[in-house]
């Protein structure tokens, strides 16, 4: 399965608002949003904003980067939702 | 571990007040439960799922929660106590745990044997109907509380979550002039009402920046009572207490 990103801006009422969109040929699977300086230790980490499909469930934790966050999706998405 | 003295169990009478007038002959009976006194550290089970307990706790100093435990470590909060409560009393009826009880800060609580709390209760109908009714009420809690995962937004969720914990720790005289204690974290709440600890934070941020409360260092401050329960969709009636709710 190929990823690939389309970058985005979210309007979270937060002030969380950089994203990417994550394409699996050419489906939406995911929207990953990087955490603002509000979110102390986890700033700059890259959350599961929206999983569809099987991604919606378990929400992850924030990942440390969008590679982190890519692998994840790739494992998840390859697996049957149960 | 030791014998409590008589004046924890004075807790487990306020907290009947609210509920009830409690007779001097009723008092007096409680005063004479055999309790035994354990101070537990934060996070630590006190009963577990499946257990089949021979006592339950008054909880006198501290706070605990109810949980469930799903697969990959995901932890449910299935509701919040503070002191005076009783928060496995139904194992006196219902012999095995459904769910487990832990501290969420370090806590001393007051084991008192089921056969002294049937006891207690097969002599005193008036406890035994107080003790029915805190049931009641906390089946009402988990009613409002199903209503809140289930249909409200984050920031309704968390307000309201607040807002009952404040009446609840009022009731007790824990509380007053819109502050209390919130030892409760942001992965607390995020467990208790089902959405993520970075949803969690920006709910808090926002409430924050308008003005309606700050959560800074375990303490709760309520800035404009009225708006946040305007936010809540708060209606008291379900914690059915017995003086006019209202800090």
């Given at each position: 399965m190929t990823l690939s990103l389309q970058p985005v801006r979210i309007?979270?009422?937060?002030?969380d608002e950089e994203g990417q969109l994550v394409m699996a040929e050419g489906l939406l699977v995911a929207i990953l949003i990087q955490l603002s300086a509000?979110?102390?230790?986890?700033?700059g980490h890259w959350f599961l904003e929206v999983g569809f499909g099987n991604l919606g469930y378990p929400r992850p934790a924030p990942f440390l980067d969008l590679t982190d966050a890519l692998a994840w999706i790739t494992t998840q998405a390859g697996q049957r939702s149960s | 571990m030791s014998l409590a003295a008589g004046t924890d169990l004075s807790l487990l009478i306020r907290k009947l007040e609210t509920i009830i007038t409690v007779s001097d002959v009723e008092r007096q009976a409680i005063e004479r439960l055999p309790v035994t006194r354990r101070q537990l550290s934060a996070h630590q089970d006190i009963v577990r799922d499946g257990d089949h307990p021979k006592q339950c706790c008054l909880l006198l100093e501290g706070w605990a929660f109810r949980y469930k435990l799903l697969d990959e470590g995901k932890r449910q909060i299935l509701s919040v106590h503070i002191p005076g409560?009783?928060?496995?009393?139904?194992s006196l009826h219902l012999p095995v745990m459904d769910h487990s009880l832990s501290t969420l800060t370090a806590c001393t609580l007051a084991f008192i044997p089921h056969e002294a709390m049937l006891d207690l209760t097969r002599n005193h109908p008036g406890i035994t109907a107080a003790l029915w009714r805190d049931t009641l009420v906390d089946a009402a809690i988990f009613r409002e509380w199903m209503t809140n995962i289930g249909r409200r937004s984050t920031l309704g969720r968390i307000t309201h979550l607040f807002c009952e914990i404040y009446l609840k720790l009022h009731a007790m005289g824990l509380?007053?002039?819109?502050a209390c204690e919130m030892p409760l974290t942001q992965g607390d709440i995020a467990d208790a009402i089902g959405v993520s600890n970075v949803h969690v934070n920006r709910v808090l941020q926002e409430l924050r920046g308008q003005g309606l409360l700050t959560l800074q260092g375990q303490r709760l401050v309520i800035h404009d009572w009225d708006a946040l329960t305007n936010r809540a969709e708060f209606d008291p009636a379900y914690l059915h207490q017995k003086r006019p709710p209202g800090p």
């Open positions: 309007r979270t009422e937060s002030s509000d979110h102390g230790a986890e700033a | 409560d009783i928060p496995d009393l139904q509380a007053r002039d819109f």
